[in-house]
């Protein structure tokens, strides 16, 4: 079936780090590739997107290259801030259900320190 | 900017009782869906729904749950008995060409 594995939180980061969230994928066909974020109390939001193969996804300094070879579409950003501390989520949806239904990774935690 | 509103934000309730939890989706949006994530997990697909109809459902959604969209703009998950292992976020999203959540309900049943 589909599915999407992301690494482990929390990423602890002090301000201007770099930052790389990995995220790896299962999925039959072509699939579209998310990051989701989701800042304290609030619900999920779209951060970025990538529908095709070395495609690249950017917002907010934030991008995620659609790898088919490797299966991968890891997130990064060059400089973090205090403020993009948050829950990030990778997510795909499939050729298979009709680009319908996201199937989500368990999340990974970014902590910014001043 | 337009966004999917959810409410209420908490709700606690007692095992056995009926829950509904309600949306407001995006007004120009056809698909609506209902996922939910039990603390610590993933968030998990429960129910799409498309021209008054239901068009996918996952396992999790069992008779227990059922969806409705009474008045147009309203979409509601309602669950008949609630179990303690129903604990979890609800979210609920609405879609054109891509997804938009809302900020999601916290339901607790003790």
């Known amino acids: 079936g589909n599915s999407v594995t992301q690494m482990e939180g929390p990423v602890t980061l002090s301000e201007e780090a770099f930052l790389t969230i990995n995220c790896t994928y299962t999925a039959t066909g072509y699939p579209s590739l998310f990051w989701y974020v989701q800042y304290p109390g609030e619900g999920l939001q779209l951060l970025l997107k990538a529908t095709k193969a070395d495609d690249k996804g950017s917002n907010k300094g934030f991008e995620a290259t659609y790898r088919k070879e490797t299966t991968s579409f890891h997130l990064e950003k060059g400089s973090v801030q205090v403020s993009d501390s948050a829950v990030y989520f990778c997510a795909l949806s499939a050729q298979n259900t009709g680009f319908q239904k996201l199937v989500f990774g368990t999340g990974t935690r970014l902590l910014v320190s001043p | 900017e337009p966004e999917v509103t959810q409410t209420p934000s908490h709700q606690v309730t007692q095992m056995g009782q009926e829950v509904i939890l309600r949306c407001v989706p995006i007004?120009?949006?056809?698909?609506f869906y209902w996922y939910r994530q039990i603390l610590g997990q993933k968030v998990e697909f429960l129910v799409s729904?498309?021209?008054?109809?239901?068009?996918?459902k996952s396992e999790i959604f069992d008779d227990q749950f059922s969806v409705e969209r009474p008045d147009g703009s309203n979409f509601t998950l309602k669950i008949r008995s609630t179990k303690l292992e129903d604990s979890a976020m609800y979210f609920c999203?609405?879609?054109?060409?891509?997804?938009?959540f809302g900020q999601g309900t916290r339901l607790t049943v003790v």
């Open positions: 007004s120009n949006h056809l698909y």
């Open positions: 999203a609405s879609k054109a060409t891509e997804a938009f």
């Open positions: 729904f498309y021209n008054n109809e239901i068009s996918e």
